[in-house]
């Protein structure tokens, strides 16, 4: 692997920390067959993918794949034969032992609850795998063990809602009702200045209807210079408003892409994140290929079931399939589209908190106008609304969460600069000024 020269992985990660998505590393070089088996495995085309995955080569990943495969289609055993048989062969890999716990757990077979346990121990084991340890116990009524899984989680991050109310369920079981409610006021905690506080008089009206009221933007297309320091890292192009329907009901596409400067050899990103936005202002879609020279490469689709109230994420990383079921929020969002309800805030000078899609969980991520302010923009004052993006979540290479907006001040609240701190210094997105003008867009503004 070529070396990268210190200080590029901030930066990296700040373009994903603008899109509150963090993604691990996804090894390139799969046969085409592994490649068009992971495409359908994200569109959610499982019988295509295990087609894809019979005609390409025996590798654990794949294996692997098969079982996870068929677990997600509802032939959980099929699935546990295909995961045991690996298993035998490579007890040290954690992936194996993750879904055969949760392929044996889906069967409802006792040595479950013991796959469980000597998948905790392993020093590789991740959040989501805690999360679900913990839900498992506490279905089979092991509160201590549950509460054990829960408070790990707690203890990484405290932001993390799934962990809490876990943990209040756990105390419940245990009978311990003081420390229940603790944990149930840590949930209330975390949604804090929701689900919209504005500086309006009393009334204002729900989040939902406020996005609605200022509807996603149709064919728009605004694009951004990404900087850090004195170097030009990257575009960004974020185009909206494109008609399609999802499940039935009219929506909206929003695209956000990010490729970066060929004249840095060393320094690539060539992304794409889609989100589909109903008219509640909601989303109801999320697909992203991300492939860039510090995270490498990693595809995700998030379908969000209204009637249902689940959202069931699917992924591939470093070559393996994943998938997880989430409970859905009321104004579900991604990070494409919480710049949609920044934008939609910075009209009414209002603040919110907003679950946000990162990384196959939910988080809470706060956001508030902290005033008009006049800024220097291409060589003009420009009058903008602030607002502030702050997530409960540190990302790789330092991106705190804290994110500033600077948007015009007028009905269409389009960004002019996004500054994102990062462990040295800010990456700076700043908006390209020929679709702005040609749209007229703070027309009175840009022509001082």
Known sequence: MRAQPPGLGPIVAALSGALLITSPARSSGHSTAAAAAAEYWVDGKTQAALSALDAASRTREGELNRGVVRLYAGQAADAVSVLAALHERERGWTPVLRWLARAQAELGRPEALDSANVLLARPDADVLDQLWAGGL??????????????????????????????????????????????????????????????????????????????????????????????????????????ATLQGGAPARRVVFSVRSNDAIPFFHIDSRFESVVGEDGAVLAHRHAANDSDNGADEAAYDMDPATRRCMVRTVRDGVFGYHVLPLPANAQDGVSVLLVARALARIRGSAVVPTAVDCMWWHTQLRTLGVESIRWRGREVRAVRLQSLGRYRGAGGVSGVVDIWMSDDDRAVPYRVKMKVAVGSVVLELLPDDLMARGAAGSEVAR
């Open 137 to 242: 116990f506490l279905r089979h009524e092991r509160p201590l063990q549950a509460r054990s899984a829960f408070r790990r989680v707690a203890r990484r991050n405290d932001g993390i809602e799934l962990a809490w109310r876990g943990i209040a369920e756990a105390e419940t079981q245990l009978g311990n009702l003081v420390s229940a409610r603790e944990a149930d006021d840590r949930v209330c905690a975390l949604h804090a200045g929701g689900p919209i506080a504005s500086a309006a008089a009393a009334g204002e009206p729900p989040l939902g209807q406020v996005l609605l009221a200022s509807a996603v933007p149709s064919d728009e297309t605004l694009r951004y210079d990404v900087k850090y320091l004195f170097f030009r890292l990257a575009s960004v192009t974020l185009r909206t408003g494109d």
